[in-house]
């Protein structure tokens, strides 16, 4: 393609762009490593995959600039059907590769919607005796409220509509947009 991206067509406007995702990760990292500038033996940042693929990678390098040393862990965690979604019970798809106890646990999220997720995957890790866990959610929507889950440090309040890009997908696409955005109604349409 000469000009632009194959996406351009397909996004109905951008919410948030990369310059302010770029400067909001920075501020992030700036108050994690001062949070937690005597952890000790570091941070163990818990990536939920795949949304959150992207903050993690831009998170940890940023992190590591300011703060204190981490080490990076992957779950993979999926919601029992439809008609049990709203109890927040998950189904774990790749647990975590290493034992957690004793550690500073930072669990990087994408976007923190129901909030029925991150309050199980807490209860979890918890259960695991780690020295403390906490998150940190790039996006956050009006439902979160709803639901009590202390999200500590949070990037960008963003209204109650279906976003993709930077990590977050559309059936698995748009993963890769750098921005976040709204997808055109045609968009649905189509699929
Ligand atoms: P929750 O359990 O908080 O309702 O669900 C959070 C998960 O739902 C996020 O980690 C993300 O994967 C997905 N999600 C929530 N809102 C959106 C959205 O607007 N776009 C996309 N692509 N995924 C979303």
Redesign the pocket.
């Known amino acids: 393609m000469a000009d632009g991206s194959w996406y351009d067509a397909d996004i109905d406007r951008v919410i948030i762009s990369e310059e302010q995702i770029r400067e909001k990760t920075e501020e992030l990292a700036k108050q994690v490593a001062v949070d937690y500038a005597d952890a000790d033996g570091g941070i163990l940042l818990v990536c939920?995959l795949k949304?959150?693929v992207m903050f993690m990678a831009d998170f940890a390098r940023a992190l590591g600039r300011q703060g204190p040393s981490s080490e990076m862990e992957f779950m993979a965690v999926s919601s029992y059907g439809s008609g049990t979604a709203s109890s927040g019970v998950v189904r774990i798809l790749k647990d975590l590769d290493r034992d957690i106890t004793g550690r500073h646990v930072v669990i990087v999220?994408?976007?923190?919607?129901?909030?029925?997720?991150?309050s199980w995957l807490m209860k979890y890790l918890q259960s695991r005796q780690p020295a403390s866990v906490e998150v940190v959610a790039l996006f956050r929507?009006p439902e979160?409220i709803k639901v009590p889950v202390p999200t500590k440090y949070v990037g960008f309040d963003i209204p109650s509509?279906?976003?993709?890009g930077y990590g977050?997908?559309?059936a698995e696409r748009y993963r890769e947009v750098p921005y976040v955005g709204v997808l055109r109604p045609e968009v649905y349409a189509r699929s």
């Open positions: 939920v949304g959150a999220e994408d976007i923190v919607d129901s909030g029925l997720t991150l929507k979160a509509e279906f976003v993709v977050l997908d559309f």
